[in-house]
């Protein structure tokens, strides 16, 4: 244990409770290092397959390797859906062509359609080979639709009942078809002859309803409307908006094709967030597992265009060089301006980008955002030109310093404002996502706005 | 319809059906000025209580008031607690004490805690007082836990069930108490004679059991473990990991005291998804309805650190006055390095938060990500060193410079990236949120490194 850091973790979890917890992980360590598979499997086991999953993640990625390879076919296949996506991966990666086919079959369709995904295109093709061609088609069939749609994330199990059912028969149905029906579901959906999808029954409406009672008369309308090829962030929002626990997946001629679940989506809210904020910092991606050649590539692209963006400021200086020459004092107020004006464009941008995010941005309200955050530029832009100004005009003694970086000040606030919220507005009409690259456009344009305004008016005002 | 902008809202919605929804607004809209409360009363009924709601929002802040004094007692209590939560907040401004206090007696325990947060507090006693002490008594309990807390989130409204009950037993007593069983809920929860949560029976797994198999047969173990006190956070962060639709919360004894649901959670995990985000840029919070005085509060208090950090920063460069005055060049290129190692340490910084968040920062994990990030800040330093100094150079015709800042810009660089995981790692350390504040010294700490770096080695090796 004496090599674990004692960087404190969560203030929830009790001392003794977590010594116990490093002292496991370190177990599973030396159980890997000593090759001790049959203590492995039996700890493994004994947890719920997110506890164990979490355990494995603990490892360092060659020791997690070597535990897979060492556990192979014991590895429950309950685990591995559970692991992180980078380990997930891993542990495809390792375990050999059977054993992969081996945990498709035994997982529900949205998991399988995870595991393909997974796989290059070639093992792909390989392992699915190996299974029979109706279990090939089946587990194929999610894959058909594409990647970040609903019909990527639905699985193909669920409870349906036809109208004239009545609770009582579909409560038979269940008890006798017990293995066909998915684990975890928390709603029947009422479907015609034809397959169409009339209603929904959740279960505690089925529980509470007298056995003779048809679906018919208790089910509800489903007020969701997710398709097949809807993007997977628009199903996500129909769960926010009507609080669901899981929703009918149809097509477009609204026939029943599968249910999504509210801990798919759950991860897929995760997933925009995240890419959100990573995305307002120029970063493209980023997990746990990233070696220096991942962040390298996810960060240098965005860090180039910064270069450009970054001449072309120096760009804007140079024309006032001869200014600069003869106040030296500019040049070590310049990056005052810049840094505020840069941190105001910043805060209106992650306000705009959040809003979007939230449909808070939809017609009226774009307009609104547009004038408040040029008020608030304002308003601050008063606040910190006179602070600004009452430092600078009193670090080097001259009113005329103090009027110009006040005014430039000023000047670079109310365009902040007007940027932050501008440039993801026009990205997002463009069509594109309103986070990515909104940061370098917000911070060059306050950026030249700050040099131009603060040497220009110094070249005025002062010489 | 000729007022509202064109931007376009979503993709996936098409033409016609965005026009009949505008269409519907501007009607709203309408009737609102036309005081046509029985068309806005009706419309708004008609309506999925989520999607009248979204429609009232559409609203501007006074008309939406105005709406709100119109239906009166007719704005039914569903919409109302549908409504984000700055339009709630203002509705229940609007309505009068009675209207409150009927809405209150008709929700379900978690929402009534909404609303009272809502509330001032002699506005809370006065609107209580209303009501009969029994219920008042009722509706004040989960008002008795700390904000943020799994207590204010659950409702008190649950099936749970003895151990010795069959499964034929648990559905006739829910037909026969059909009326005091909570709308939606997705297990049953079985409890001993002292109330002790010993298990829990999943609906789905209910439904599919013969009706004379005993709960305690078929029970699963309850895997989360949320008691009243726990940070909602917490709780959330289990809704995940457990893929749980709704879960008990427990009292210290494990006694069972309410439920949550994963709506609930839903809403917890993109609160503080969007904390982070905008902590990051140095905001406090934002909603849609914000005022710019708000908007000022919200920001202003990290302007005012940024103004002292920036001046931080002159006062570095005004060390090097002298060299600046004999080479303006110096003054041209210092925002280059001061942008781009600013940008490496946000990057940084950005993944850093996000690991933590999702708790991908514990043990091991911590050092590997320092050891990481520094070498992608050597990596990316070599790349944008090689760059800057090349561009520099060949602008200026000179090697000295290009050699001077291609060393500064390799200096800031491994030094953002150092700096980008270690301030939030330590700020986290001291209990405090690694989001909140991390930007501003992060950004410090790398304009103090290329501003010193470069300025001082200039003078080193230029002069």
Known sequence: MSDLPDLQTDEQVDEPEREAHLALEQDVREAVWEQDTRWLSRTLTRLHPADAADLLEQLSTDDFAEAVKLLHGQLPTDIIIELRDEYREEAVDVLPDEAVAAVLEELDSDD???????????????????????????LEQGFAYAEDTAGRLMQREYFAAPEFWTVGHAIDHARENADDLPDEFYEVYV?????????????????????????ADIMEEVQSNISVDMDQEEAAYQFQKYSLASAPV???????????????????????NTEDLL??????????????????????????VNLVTAFIASGIISLFEGTIDQIVQLAILMPVVAAL??????QGLAVAVRAIAEREMDGDASRRAIVRETLTGLANGVIFAIGVAAIAGFWFQSVGLALTIGIAMF????????????????????????????????????DVMAFFSFLGLATLILL
């Open 191 to 215: 479907i015609d002859p034809t397959h169409r999808l009339k209603g929904q029954v959740p279960l505690a409406t089925l529980l509470r309803t007298p056995r003779d009672v048809k679906l």
């Open 411 to 446: 000047a670079t606030f109310v365009w902040a404002g007007f940027s932050g919220v501008i440039v993801p507005l026009a990205l997002r009409r463009m069509g594109a996502d309103p986070a990515v690259a909104s940061s370098v456009f917000v911070l060059t344009l306050t």
């Open 341 to 346: 004006g840069g941190n105001a464009g910043s």
């Open 250 to 272: 149809t097509d477009d001629a609204d026939r029943l094709l599968g249910m999504l679940t509210v801990d798919d989506v759950v991860d897929v809210i995760q997933e925009e």
């Open 279 to 304: 995305a307002l910092s120029g970063v493209n991606s980023a997990d746990g597992s990233d070696t220096v050649l991942d962040s390298v590539k996810a960060r240098a692209p965005w860090l180039a």
């Open 112 to 138: 399988v359609t995870t595991i393909l995904e997974d796989l290059e295109d070639d093992r792909r093709e390989r392992i699915l080979d190996e299974l029979a061609p109706e279990d090939r088609a089946s």
